[in-house]
T-cell receptor
Framework: AQKITQTQPGMFVQEKEAVTLDCTYD???????LFWYKQPSSGEMIFLIYQGSYDQQNATEGRYSLNFQKARKSANLVISASQLGDSAMYFCAMVGANNLFFGTGTRLTVIP | GAGVSQSPRYKVAKRGQDVALRCDPISGHVSLFWYQQALGQGPEFLTY????????KSGLPSDRFFAERPEGSVSTLKIQRTQQEDSAVYLC????????????FGPGTRLTVT
């Protein structure tokens, strides 16, 4: 069975600074995928970044990068140069058999 | 282009009423997923369709929950005899394929059962 753990209920970051949101996972599958989604107050889940377990390099998408440490089973999201619009809930998720398993999320607040 | 749409965006139901929540996926997307998101929690899987076939309904919490996608496009999640614990945001997502493909989410329907 898959499990996603996000241990930071809330995080604060100064505008223009970088922030790391933690995510650890557990699975017995040798091949798996990890996602990060952003959920602003409007409620829609917005895809940010994807990392496959066999990908040789850490995924990057603009200001988002994924610090993937397979041996530690961690997939932390790094947001560089934070903007006020980054304030939202962030969810780490793992691909299951037919669905995504989500963590409990981290609420990020960017301070001007 | 058009994303995933859901209607209604908000629904208030009295306990015991039946409700129907609609999801319009992105055109051409084979897979459709329903999730339930309780306040302060991450989304939890309810059910999965590939075209019109419901391949997984293991997440449906009780037999009061029923989902269909008769023509492989629009899907409806029906909850019969609603209970207060059904209050949540119901999210629909669609993707081109199955496992590993990015899921595109709709804005959700916030259901409040009074």
């Amino acid at each position: 069975a898959q499990k996603i753990t996000q241990t930071q209920p809330g995080m604060f970051v100064q505008e223009k600074e970088a922030v790391t949101l933690d995510c650890t996972y557990d699975t017995s599958d040798p091949s798996y995928g990890l996602f990060w989604y952003k959920q602003p107050s409007s409620g829609e889940m917005i895809f940010l970044i994807y990392q496959g377990s066999y990908d040789q390099q850490n995924a990057t998408e603009g200001r988002y990068s994924l610090n993937f440490q397979k041996a530690r089973k961690s997939a932390n999201l790094v947001i560089s140069a934070s903007q006020l619009g980054d304030s939202a809930m962030y969810f780490c998720a793992m691909v299951g058999a037919n669905n995504l398993f989500f963590g409990t999320g981290t609420r990020l607040t960017v301070i001007p | 282009g058009a994303g995933v749409s859901q209607s209604p965006r908000y629904k208030v139901a009295k306990r015991g009423q039946d409700v129907a929540l609609r999801c319009d996926p992105i055109s051409g997307h084979v897979s459709l997923f329903w999730y339930q998101q309780a306040l302060g929690q991450g989304p939890e899987f309810l059910t999965y369709f590939q075209n019109e076939a419901q391949l997984d309904k293991s997440g449906l919490p009780s037999d009061r929950f029923f989902a269909e996608r008769p023509e492989g496009s629009v899907s409806t999640l029906k909850i019969q005899r609603t209970q207060q614990e059904d209050s949540a945001v119901y999210l629909c997502a669609s993707s081109l394929g199955g496992q590993g493909y990015e899921q595109y989410f709709g804005p959700g329907t916030r259901l409040t059962v009074t």
